[in-house]
């Protein structure tokens, strides 16, 4: 029973960090698809007086990404239909060129602001057209909840890292007998510490276990059965192969902090 | 002969204090012999030993131990040299969440012996120390004196060339202290360890010769 205990109270504390970590992970990841989405609709409209080039573009605002130019010569086909060659050319030699332009990350209004007036400061530019961002609202809430688990993952952290060395103080009263006896009798600290280890590790991969198996079941039981069609579209950032060796990684990082830190605290009482 | 523990004008004190515990000790203790301390409570035997084991270092002089100079000592050669003793304990130090068989063979654990030779070994001295069938209970489980018994069956596991004992049979009756006086000459004798005791009362029976060191007012002298 007391040793259910002991194991719980590492456990827990590591598990809060492991779960506050990958949720982190996974709502890091939905911002970004998010995002991603909003980027790929968003475009400026741009037209110019002489034909400009993709690079030229994004001299003039370093926010501007892919550049189209919008086929001018089926449309003009349609209009002139019957009139000679010659004088659709001449049509379309007058016609100003027209750039739909995308932009490499997400922006707010005003940001897109000042875009335009780059771009129209620009002699060869005659006219841009910017739409409002439908999403915008959406988006600052999304940014909003963001800033909040932010804040909420990091106070549990936090915490749990208090509630870790807590356990490392018991574990050094625990062991403390045990590690100086070894000393005494020549035994490396890596043998010294080495129960320790071995119950920390134990708790180590109970804790990143578990934390993979709600995420999991998370991503495979309730976002695949749910009937909420955008999650069940993005039910593959809720959880990732790659988590795994993240969740592991900093679970047996915590481990090794606290292992050395014990054993290196449990120094022999060398009686100087 | 060579020696295995040399002092030179020998000073221990703790915690760099005022209160010098052994002062200006000079000695020397050969290869294969026997020398029993004596003193009254609180002269400095416990500390004279620790000294020996690299857990106190002399505030002045020297001392070398096993060809170490224990006044310089890297942790690496002082681990290596603490494998090759036999440490008992006054209070006999055991583990108390380790079985008796485990605590009988931790230095052949530290030293890395596979387990059948553990277990091997472990139910020899079992029977060396007179405690046959005891080998899966817990210390806190046994006698004083049968704890006692554990820590000498550690002490003795991995056949060390020196034995350092505090008040190795403190706890035990006459018939147990005997055992224990045998294994000592035995180690002694047989296998040449060099063999340091501290006690109050040195045996009436002993059938090796020995030294008598006595510690008092924080001198040491030998007796002839
Ligand atoms: N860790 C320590 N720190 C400070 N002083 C100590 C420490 N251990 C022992 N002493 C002091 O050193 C002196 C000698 O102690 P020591 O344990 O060596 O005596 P001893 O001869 O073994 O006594 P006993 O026969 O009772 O075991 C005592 O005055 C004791 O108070
Ligand atoms: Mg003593």
Known sequence: MKSIKHHLMFILPLLAILLGIESFMVFGRVTASYGENLKKAYT????????????????????????????????????????????????????????????????????????????TRDPNVRRVETFGQAHNANYNLYMLIRAALWMFVGFMVFTSLFLVVKQMEIWQLEHRERMQVMEILGASSVLRSGVLFRIALTDALIAALTTIGVFVFLRYGWVAGSEIDLLVRKQELFFQYKDVFVLFGIALLIVLISVVLVSRNVKEVRDV | MSNVITTNRMTLA??????????????????????????????????????????????????????????????KNLQKLRTHLGIIFQDYKLINEWTVAKNIVLPLII?????????????????????????????????????????????????????????????????????????????????????????????TIFNIP???????????????
């Open chain 1, 44 to 119: 400026i409209l741009v037209v110019t007086r002489r034909p400009m080039t993709p690079e030229a573009f994004r001299k003039i605002d370093t926010n501007i990404d892919r550049v189209e130019s919008v086929e001018k010569r089926s449309i003009v086909e349609q209009i002139a239909q019957g009139m000679s060659n010659a004088s659709t050319q001449e049509i379309l030699k007058s016609l100003p060129q027209f750039y739909t332009v995308r932009l490499n990350r997400y922006l707010s209004n005003a940001q897109i602001d000042v875009i335009k007036k780059h771009l």
């Open chain 2, 14 to 75: 703790y915690d760099k204090g005022e209160k010098e515990i052994i002062r200006n000790a000079t000695f020397r203790i050969k290869k294969g012999e026997f020398v029993f301390i004596t003193g009254p409570s609180g002269s400095g035997k416990s500390t004279l030993l620790k000294s020996f084991y690299g857990q106190i270092i002399p505030k002045q002089g020297d001392l070398v131990v096993g060809g170490l100079e224990m006044t310089h000592v890297s942790k």
């Open chain 2, 111 to 203: 030293a890395g012996y596979n387990v059948d030779m553990q277990q091997t070994q472990a139910q020899r001295l079992l029977k060396h120390v007179k405690l046959e069938g005891k080998g899966d209970m817990y210390p806190l489980q046994l006698s004083g004196g049968e704890q006692q018994r554990v820590g000498v069956a550690r002490a003795l596991s991995k056949t060390p060339f020196l034995i350092l004992a505090d008040e190795p049979t403190g706890n035990l009756d006459e018939y147990s202290s005997n055992v224990i006086w045998d294994l000592m000459e035995n180690a002694c004798d047989q296998l040449g360890a060099t063999v340091v005791v501290v006690t109050h009362r040195i045996p």
């Open chain 2, 210 to 224: 020995y030294r008598h060191f006595i510690i008092e007012n924080g001198g040491i002298h030998e007796v002839h």
